[in-house]
């Protein structure tokens, strides 16, 4: 079986993407390989001109920019301080936070290199946040699309 190791992407600055990463999301580098660092969390950030020279010629191999096909996940509890920080440092939002179907509270923004980034709550604080608004287990799981199993040991959890 293959083992999944990880997303990479290609960035034009190491420097200002791995300060992105590092200090505006809080990701810890595993290792520095100067075109080439890895986080603990599985992103590896690449410099894009020593990719390129990996993948061939980018006429036949084009690297692009904000190609809105796919998104780097993160969750953060405390998702209203991390999007006033975000704005702070001026990053651009596709959208600020917002609710989605399944009551996770969301926001996405541009990297540095437009690559989409999605920070949402936890699902853990989707079901603590639900039952504090008075909302039963079967109205929680029901609302969020998680098993009442899980929605039982959150409350408990929290309780």
């Excluded at 960035?11 to 200002?16: E, L």
């Excluded at 990996?54 to 998104?71: H, V």
């Excluded at 603590?128 to 969020?144: I, P």
Aim: hydrophobic residues 40%.
């Amino acid at each position: 079986m293959v083992k999944y190791s990880g997303v990479l992407i290609t960035v034009a600055d190491i420097a200002i993407s791995r300060a992105f990463y590092e200090d505006l999301l809080g990701q810890r580098v595993k290792f520095d390989f100067g075109v080439d660092v890895p986080f603990e969390c599985g992103l590896t950030i690449h410099q894009a001109d020593h990719f390129q020279g990996l993948l061939g010629s980018a006429a036949d191999f084009p690297i692009t920019k904000k190609a809105n096909n796919g998104e780097l996940f993160f969750e953060e509890d405390d998702i209203e301080l991390l999007q006033q920080r975000l704005k702070t440092a001026g990053v651009e939002f596709i959208h600020e936070v917002r609710e989605q179907p399944w009551a996770q509270r969301v926001m996405r923004f541009y990297d540095p290199d437009g690559f989409i980034v999605e920070v949402g709550e936890t699902m853990e604080a989707v079901v603590r946040r639900l039952h504090a608004q008075g909302l039963t287990d079967t109205e929680v799981s029901q609302r969020c699309s998680m098993p009442e199993e899980f929605v039982r040991q959150v409350i408990q959890v929290a309780g």
